[in-house]
């Protein structure tokens, strides 16, 4: 989905169809009653946590959602964490949690005498300020399978 700009939207995802996204996904399930695709939202702001400090009933509005058999809560990640609170089309609010550290891989390749030495490396990403770059802008609303 293009922005508004003509660029590439921002992307939220979503592993499952959450509670809390109830009044986003019911209105674009496919046929097999699972969301696809969903409009936008906006990001209104992001807030920083570490995961003991979430109270136990935020947690559970977070990470409720149904798996077509039963009641099912996703596994949150530990240490330092992002609340990102969004906006949706309708006006409703809802947050998601994501862990404050990604992961950045660059491979470097070098080529001598011995042949390609390829080389990886990986370093942390403060997601942070990826996001807070982010705020007041739209993003897609993209249901993905969890792999």
Known sequence: MLARNGLKMNQIKFSHAYYKLDNIAEQYKNENNTPKLCKTAILL??????????????????????DGKQIESYKLPTGPLLILLFKDWKGNLFTTVRSRWGRHESVNMKSNSKGVTIKSKTTPVDKYLYYSSKRGEEFEIVFVEEK
């Open 45 to 66: 702001e992001v807030f920083t946590k570490n995961s003991p400090d979430l109270h136990s009933a935020f947690v559970e509005y977070d990470t409720t959602y149904f």
